[in-house]
């Protein structure tokens, strides 16, 4: 890949990541059994298939690794010390530490990882299929328990007539009042796809959203070279190249990476304690221990402040709806 200029921000990724190299040298990583491997390195962990992680070095080119068993679950974005075992093969011997990491809960309710060292995450939203709020609610959540900037990014632009449009925007208007951008676009026209670019710019971004909102569409719109990628990879892998079933990492051509995911019909929340949804509820929080019985459940009693503020157009009535509903949620799953 052509040189980039830095910005600050990947200046400081980097140099964190060279101290941290540093320490796990210090530590003397413990020796491979099998001979054979070439030197520890550093790399990025692009895309993972079951038990294959595929792995870019700083020339970018891709190996196919495996990882050590005792290094637990690695993600798309993970940072990784590895060593080559053949020309397009290798094995990951460490995982550099996370500054962040989204996870899932999978079917045993296990936190599993979707991506890590995440900047941003841009729920993708389109007219088709419907969107929706209960969805992008428990989003916003994740996203701010995490500690990473949100953006909501309503594509297919091209296909909603003015009115549609106007009813859209007004339901994503809870959204933008509590400090969401919303960005329109359409992959199709290139609509709004600069205003994309510039928030993306130099941050590492996840895009989330349900089945064919278009995610994919917009990464192929943004970067020129993701076919050919997209092409590297599976080869790599014998995978398909449409359905998006693993998520992707890939460079912006003005810095920053995005990191492509599979469409999701629900979101569970993973590991969100009580205190982070209500901290993910920016417009709810301030009116939280307002109420006049401290065991308020915010349904019928007198003098909630929730409700009074639902009365007062403060709080939009399906953000308490969708509040309580998680809540309970969270309290069912976690007792005490
Ligand atoms: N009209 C229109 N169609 C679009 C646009 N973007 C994507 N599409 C279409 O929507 C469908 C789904 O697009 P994808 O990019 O595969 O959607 P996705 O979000 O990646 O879906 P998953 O990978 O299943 O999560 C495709 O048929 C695209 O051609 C757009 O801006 N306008
Ligand atoms: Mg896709
Ligand atoms: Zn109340």
């Known amino acids: 890949m052509a040189s980039r200029r830095l910005t600050q921000h990947q200046q400081d990724r980097i140099q964190r990541q060279q101290e941290r190299r540093r320490d796990r040298a210090d530590q003397r990583l413990e020796p491979v059994d099998s001979a054979g491997l070439g030197s520890e390195q550093t790399g990025l962990v692009i895309a993972h298939y079951g038990q294959t992680l595929i792995v870019e070095d700083s020339a970018s080119r891709l190996y196919r690794c495996a990882a050590r068993q005792n290094l637990g679950r690695l993600a798309c974005g993970d940072q990784v010390i590895w060593q080559a075992s053949g020309a397009e093969d290798g094995v990951v011997v460490a995982i550099v530490e996370r500054r962040s990491l989204l996870t899932r809960p999978d079917y045993n309710g296990q936190p599993r990882p979707v991506a890590a060292n995440l900047d941003a995450v841009a729920v993708v939203l389109a007219p088709e299929p419907e969107p929706s709020e209960s969805l992008i609610d428990r989003y916003l959540v994740t996203i701010s328990a995490l500690g990473v900037r949100g953006l909501l990014v309503l594509n297919k632009l091209d296909v909603l007539s003015a009115p549609a449009l106007a009813i859209l925007t007004k339901r994503m208007e809870p959204y933008r009042r509590i400090g969401y951008p919303l960005l329109l676009t359409s992959s199709r026209t290139a609509q709004g796809l ?29 970067l020129p070279d993701r076919e050919i990628r997209i092409q590297a990879v599976s080869q790599f892998t014998g995978h398909g190249v449409h359905t998006t079933t693993t998520s992707t990492l890939y460079h912006l051509p003005d810095g920053g990476d995005l990191v492509d995911t599979p469409g999701v019909r629900s979101f569970e929340l993973g590991e969100i304690s009580l205190g982070d949804l209500d901290r993910g509820f920016v417009d709810i929080a301030p009116y939280l221990g307002r109420c006049r019985f401290s065991d308020c459940r915010h349904q019928s009693e ?10 007062h157009g403060e709080i939009a009535a399906r953000r308490l709806e969708s509040y309580l509903q998680l809540r309970a949620m969270l309290k069912a799953a976690r007792p005490g």
């Open 302 to 311: 007198p003098e909630c402040a929730l409700r009074e503020a639902v009365t």
């Open 194 to 222: 600069s205003e994309l670019r510039a928030w993306l710019r130099g941050r590492v971004s996840l895009l989330v959203g349900q089945s064919g909102v278009g995610k994919s569409s917009l990464i192929k719109a943004l």
